[in-house]
C-alpha cells in the first residue's frame, strides 16, 4: 500500500504515482500472483485515512536515504500501533532502535558516513545497476513501457533521473534493502517471534509522548518554566484566570 500526493507542478511525484498505479493494473491482474498480492495506491492519503490504515498496518517502510532527515512522526505512530519497522538510519528511525533495541527493527543501508564516503569518491548510479541484474531489469521495463503498454515513454523521465540524476543514492541501497525484506518476509512466517518484536516496539513508545518533547522543547529551547496560568474557555471571555 502506496500513500501520498503531488502538487500540481510536481512532475516527479506524477510520474512516481503514475507508476505505482501501473504497476498495480500488472500485479492486480496476474493470473498467478493477482489473487495473492495486491499492489493499492492510497489516493489523498491524509490524516482521517491514516487512522484506519495506521492500527491494521503490519510493517511501516520508512526508507529515506540516511542524513536526510525525512522521516516526521508518521514512523512513531506505526510503532505505537504495532507495527515493526524496515528502514535506514535516518531521522526518528534511530531513536525507534535506540529505544526498541536493533533486534526488534529491521535496519539497512548505508549510514551518514557512508553516504558522505560515496559522494566523495563519486556516485554512479549506473554503476550499481550494472551490477544488480534484477534492478536492472526494473528499470529497463520502466524505461521501456512495460507498465505503460499504451504510451511506452510515459515514465521514461523516471528512469532517466534514477540513471542520472539519482541524488537520494536509491540504486546503492537497492540491494541491501531487499535483503532485509527477505528478512521481513522469514521473520513474519514466525508468528510468534513476529508478535514479540510488535511488543517490544509498543512498550517502547513511552519517549515519543507529547508530554516529554514539549517539556524539553521549554527548558533546552524555549527557555520557559511552567507556570500555572489557566487560559479560559471561549465561553469565558478573553481573560484567563490565576490558580
Same mark, same amino acid.
Given at each position: ?7 500540481? %507542478? ?11 498505479? $501501473? ?16 499492489? @493499492?495506491?492510497?489516493?489523498?492519503? !491524509? ?13 511501516? +517502510?520508512?526508507? =529515506? ?5 525525512? $522521516? ?34 529491521? #535496519?539497512?543501508?548505508?549510514? @551518514?558516513?557512508?553516504?558522505? +564516503?560515496?559522494?566523495?569518491? %563519486? ?5 550499481? #545497476? ?8 526494473? #528499470?529497463?521495463?520502466?524505461? *521501456? %513501457?512495460?507498465?505503460?503498454? &499504451? $504510451? ?14 539519482? !541524488?537520494?543514492?536509491?540504486?546503492? &541501497? ?7 525484506? +527477505?528478512?521481513? =518476509? ?25 508530554? !516529554? *518533547? ?13 507556570? $500555572? ?11 484567563? *484566570?490565576?490558580?
Amino acid at each position: 500500500m502506496f500513500g501520498g500526493k503531488a502538487a500540481p %507542478g510536481y512532475h516527479m511525484a506524477k510520474q512516481i504515482i503514475k507508476l505505482i498505479n $501501473s504497476v498495480a493494473t500488472v500485479v492486480n491482474n496476474d493470473p498467478i500472483v493477482g489473487d495473492k498480492l495486491k499492489v @493499492v495506491y492510497l489516493e489523498n492519503y !491524509r490524516v482521517s485515512m491514516a487512522e484506519k490504515i495506521i492500527p491494521a498496518a503490519d510493517l511501516s +517502510e520508512q526508507i =529515506s536515504t540516511a542524513g536526510t532527515e525525512a $522521516s516526521g512522526t508518521g514512523n512513531m505512530k506505526f510503532m505505537l500501533n504495532g507495527a515493526l519497522t524496515i528502514g535506514t538510519l535516518d531521522g526518528a528511525n534511530v531513536e525507534m532502535m535506540e529505544e526498541c533495541g536493533k533486534e526488534n527493527i529491521f #535496519i539497512f543501508g548505508m549510514t @551518514v558516513d557512508d553516504v558522505t +564516503e560515496l559522494q566523495k569518491r %563519486g556516485y554512479n548510479a549506473n554503476d550499481f #545497476i550494472a551490477k544488480n541484474a534484477e534492478l536492472a531489469q526494473c #528499470i529497463d521495463q520502466i524505461e *521501456t %513501457g512495460y507498465f505503460t503498454p &499504451d $504510451s511506452p515513454y510515459l515514465l521514461k523521465d523516471l528512469a532517466n533521473s534514477i540513471r542520472h540524476h539519482d !541524488r537520494f543514492l536509491v540504486c546503492a &541501497d537497492y540491494e541491501a534493502f531487499i535483503k532485509k525484506q +527477505e528478512e521481513v =518476509s522469514q521473520t513474519f512466517l514466525d508468528r510468534q517471534k513476529w508478535i514479540k518484536m510488535c511488543l517490544h516496539n509498543i512498550a517502547s513508545c513511552g519517549k515519543f509522548s507529547t508530554d !516529554r *518533547t514539549i517539556s524539553e522543547y521549554a527548558t533546552q529551547i524555549w527557555g520557559v518554566e511552567p507556570n $500555572s496560568i489557566r487560559l479560559a474557555a471561549p465561553y469565558e471571555g478573553a481573560e484567563g *484566570t490565576n490558580e
